[in-house]
């Protein structure tokens, strides 16, 4: 039996003695005695009795064990041309500050703080800073609109702000300042103060005896040590789409979390001390938060934070000038980013520029991996490219191809084999396993593994269960569906639910309708992700308009683009919407999103036995197979 059927094998018949080994490589304040809270099943909680600081780990047990000297942090700023490293003892000296400074404006231990940054240090800053504090982070991503924030803020309720003056996307500055205080014009909840970090590219206002200013505000503070909390207490909340309009408020806790990270930077992507992991995400998804911040830094590893993009930034070679200057020896990115640079360098010319050859493993995730451009990285770069499959949820790889542990054949089309702790089972309607081969939903048998969301902000372990637990008793339904082969490999196909992911980035369909639906001239609409071959997928919208709306189809339309955008952000990439006479249903009033979508796919999908009008959908079909090419 090889290494990882071993570790697998045991973590689903004995979850507490392999997470308990697991836990030993932690830092406690004070040890976990148990392993497994299952009172409350199916509500779970891992080392309940436990206690540590998730800040400590990543940083002071280091500069105690005498790394103080070793580089933890490297800026890459293409966008401002800066590169910045910072060793183990000033991150360290930064975070301590800032969290004094924090804690100057009342931050305390349970009180959140919501941080609406680019890519910049303060941001790593702020994150360690609050679990230094026992504080909860919410990081909110820079590429959505202030309605979107405002939700946040009103259900995070925040008791601090951290924000800057603007962010630099390669064609334009972004103004983070007016839409932060746009943001808090729209939502109930007042944050006591917001601290604003000033860049040189664009300055912004400050609003008097709510806004300070970061840079003298941390100068001043104090540092300040560590505070131990519960291993159950949040560390952060995430939030992420769901099926409505109403974000998930994804929790992550401290015990957890700490032992998942430090499990998985070794054993999946063989990351240890002195070797440097460049998670090229946004801090504002969840592979930032554990592969970007957390994990490399509980390993003892130095991690790239990155401000630019795989193209633009200023060409498709940045990755591999970032790769060779810093001497990554694994990168993270989302196969979108591989196929910008794909499509720039087909033949590689840029890559050829730069010596990549201390580069061990690519890692992709984040949406489904196309053969195409797993080939063309694997050739182009002669390392195995990983796809591991997971969820802003669970925080760590659900399936990977564990290379820290055992390297495993690697198959063109699947994120491989489920990791520690994950039971995956694919069932059908009725819950029932099906054989391998067969497509269903894929679930994951309770409980799950240390370093999942253990329920959702706050505290909600109702719509925790009605979101994940209700459709097959004691499963994790994980909303993706797909099939397992007769080797164990899982193969993902895609979303069962209105969530899409488009570039990377997980939207919901649910949260765009309700923008169209709220135009004075929509009557009914529907938006559906459609495959897209540069972002996999992109949204597209149908709306039937008001009898006696006085409107042209191309003025609506237009409105109707602009909304999105400015409610929900340039993220959603909401570019396409026509204008039909109805929309397909059932005979009980539901929307046949899916026959639209896989008609949109170019597929030729059986017209339900349930349609109420197949004139309707014949009517459709020219529609939704013209692209407007945006
Ligand atoms: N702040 C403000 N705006 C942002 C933003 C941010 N942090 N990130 C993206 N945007 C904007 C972009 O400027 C763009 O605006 P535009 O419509 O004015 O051009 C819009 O949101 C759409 O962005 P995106 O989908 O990222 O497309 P892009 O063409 O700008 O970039 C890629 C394409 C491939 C570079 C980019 O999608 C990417 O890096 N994706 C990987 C995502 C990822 O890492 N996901 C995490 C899982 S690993
Ligand atoms: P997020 O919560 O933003 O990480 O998005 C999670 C969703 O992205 C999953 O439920 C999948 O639909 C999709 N996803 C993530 N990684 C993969 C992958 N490797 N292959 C296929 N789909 C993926």
């Known amino acids: 039996m090889g290494a990882y059927d071993d570790v697998y094998r045991r973590s689903l018949a004995d979850p507490a003695g392999i997470w308990g080994a697991a836990a030993e490589a932690v830092d406690w304040v004070r040890a976990p005695r148990r392993i497994l809270a299952d009172d409350a099943a199916p509500m779970y909680r891992w080392f309940p009795d436990a206690e540590l600081n998730t800040c400590a780990n990543a940083l002071d047990r280091h500069v105690a064990a005498g790394r103080g000297d070793a580089i ?11 590169v910045r490293r910072f060793t183990y003892a000033e991150l360290l000296d930064e975070v301590a500050r800032a969290a004094g400074a ?15 940054l680019p890519m910049i240090p303060e941001a790593v800053v702020t994150m360690l800073a609050c679990a230094r504090l026992g504080a909860v982070h919410s990081v909110v991503f820079g590429g959505f609109a202030p309605a979107e924030l405002a939700t946040r803020v009103d259900d995070a309720r925040p008791t601090v702000i951290v924000s800057a003056s603007c962010g630099i996307e390669p064609t334009r500055l972004v103004s983070y300042k007016p839409m932060l205080d746009a943001a808090l014009e729209l939502a109930t909840h007042a944050p006591a103060h917001c601290v604003i970090v000033q860049r040189e590219q664009q300055r912004c206002e400050l609003v008097a005896g709510r806004d300070l200013e970061w840079a003298p505000l941390v100068a001043a503070a104090r540092p300040t040590a560590a505070v131990p909390v519960a291993a159950t207490d949040p560390l952060y909340i995430l939030y992420t789409s769901g099926t409505t309009g109403r974000p998930k408020g994804i929790v992550r806790d401290n015990g957890g979390h700490a032992v998942a990270m430090t499990w998985s930077m070794r054993h999946i992507f063989d990351i240890g001390p002195g070797d440097v992991m460049w998670a090229a995400s946004d801090i504002g998804w969840a592979v930032g938060h554990s592969y970007t911040v957390y994990a490399p830094l509980l390993a003892g590893a130095a991690t790239v934070l990155y401000e630019g993009k795989p193209v633009g930034t200023p060409d498709a070679g940045a990755f591999w000038r970032v790769v060779a200057e810093h001497g990554v020896d694994v990168l993270f990115t989302a196969p979108t980013a591989i196929r910008a640079i794909k499509k720039e360098d087909p033949g590689c010319e840029l890559l050829a520029m730069h ?8 890692f992709l995730a984040g949406e489904r991996l196309d053969p195409a451009t797993f080939s063309w990285a694997s050739d182009a770069l002669g390392v195995p490219v990983i796809d591991n499959w997971w969820q802003t949820e669970t925080g760590w790889p659900i399936c990977a191809n564990p290379i820290g542990l055992e390297r495993l054949p690697v198959k063109a089309g699947s994120p491989s084999v489920p990791m520690p702790g994950y039971d995956v089972r694919v069932l059908d309607p009725a819950g029932v396993e099906v054989p391998a081969g067969t497509e269903g939903a894929i679930c994951i048998r309770l409980p799950l593994p240390p370093g999942t969301s253990p329920t959702l902000w706050p505290d909600d372990d109702e719509r925790y269960v009605a979101s994940y637990l209700s459709a097959f008793d004691g499963y994790y339904l994980t909303g993706d569906g797909g099939y397992v082969d007769a080797d164990g490999y899982l193969y993902v196909l895609g979303r069962t639910d209105d969530v899409i992911n488009v570039a990377g980035h997980r939207l919901s369909t649910g949260a765009m ?13 529907a ?5 897209d071959s540069f972002k996999g997928q992109v949204p597209r919208g149908l709306v039937v308009v008001k009898s006696g709306a006085e ?3 191309a003025v609506l339309a237009a409105e109707l683009v602009a909304l999105v955008r400015s409610e929900i952000g340039p993220v959603a990439a909401f570019k396409q919407v026509d204008v039909v006479a109805a929309l397909p249903k059932t005979r009980s009033g539901k929307i046949l999103r899916r026959t639209m979508r896989e008609i949109a796919d170019g597929r030729a999908p059986g017209v339900p036995s349930t349609i109420e009008d197949v004139a309707v959908l014949d009517a459709l079909r020219p529609v939704l197979r013209a692209r407007d090419g945006g």
């Open 102 to 116: 924090l804690a100057g404006l009342g931050v305390g231990r349970g009180d959140r703080v919501i941080v609406y």
């Open 72 to 82: 933890a942090l490297i800026y890459d700023s293409p966008v401002t041309g800066v």
């Open 551 to 553: 409107i042209t189809p």
């Open 527 to 531: 938006v559906v992700g459609v495959a």
């Open 355 to 362: 010596d990549t050859s201390g580069l061990r493993a690519l």
């Open 513 to 525: 309708e309700a923008v169209l639906a709220a135009h004075p001239a929509v009557a009914e609409c």
